[in-house]
């Protein structure tokens, strides 16, 4: 074990290190699928508007939106996640390099609300080897924004929340469930994060970055001020 006050840095993968809008695609095309009719306009403001307001699943929200208050959204879900898979080049190009740089300071690992087969997309981009303790929400039954995922990746990890960072796109999945666990957090400001946050949402997280090549100095901001 490192001297390091933090051990371990937790990453999301939409957003974070792949292209998000993979998904925005999928649940587009999902809804269209189960009979819903919008133009990309419509859909693209819903979605602005869910990423500025921070606040819940947007997947219930474009559900109930475009298909109606009873919407089914086991079946969009299950529809969604047949267009949703990462093709090599969603993969940002900051990912590699960040990754390279902080493998040798902390122990990495994954906590994103996914499908079980992006696994297979983190091996095809050889990524997968760099990442310690695993939490994927298909594989362990929990989704975030459930405390029972981040409670799941600390024990794997065996580290304190206080030892320990999430990195996510999100403030009501990331910054807050880590947050109110004892976790530090780190607001990435691509993906679903706003296109203008606010200064009260910025004052939520320990540190905000716009893409990985800022992570490495905000992780060091943390430990300078723990």
């Known amino acids: 074990m490192s001297e390091r006050s933090i051990q371990i840095v937790f990453f999301d993968i939409g957003g974070v290190m ?10 587009n095309t999902a809804l269209r699928t189960l009979g819903a009719s919008f133009t990309d306009e419509g859909f ?11 606040s819940g699943s947007f997947r219930e929200l474009l559900a109930r939106r475009f298909l109606g208050p009873d919407a089914d959204i086991g079946a969009l879900e299950a529809e969604a996640s047949k267009h949703w898979a990462y093709p090599p080049e ?12 902080l493998a040798g300071r902390y122990r ?7 499908p079980s087969a992006v696994k297979d997309a983190l091996h095809r981009d050889g990524l ?13 039954g929990f989704s975030k924004p459930d405390p029972r995922l981040f409670a799941h990746v600390l024990e794997a990890a065996e580290v304190a929340p206080g030892e320990s960072v999430m990195v996510g796109d999100r403030l009501d999945y990331d910054v ?5 666990c ?20 910025l004052a939520e997280a320990d540190a905000a970055v716009h893409d990985l090549t800022e992570l490495p100095a905000a992780l060091e901001g943390l430990e300078t001020a723990t």
């Open 108 to 114: 990495l690992g994954i906590l994103a609300n996914q």
């Open 44 to 54: 693209d403001e819903v979605y602005r508007s869910a990423r500025a307001a921070q």
């Open 176 to 180: 807050r469930p880590a947050k109110s």
């Open 18 to 27: 792949y292209d998000d809008t993979v998904y925005a695609r999928a649940l």
């Open 90 to 101: 969603a993969l940002h190009a900051d990912v590699r390099p960040c990754l390279d740089v």
């Open 182 to 201: 004892g976790m530090h957090a780190i607001w990435m400001l691509r993906g679903e994060a706003p296109d203008d946050p606010t200064p009260e949402q």
């Open 128 to 140: 997968d080897r760099a990442f310690q303790v695993w939490g994927v929400s298909d594989d362990v």
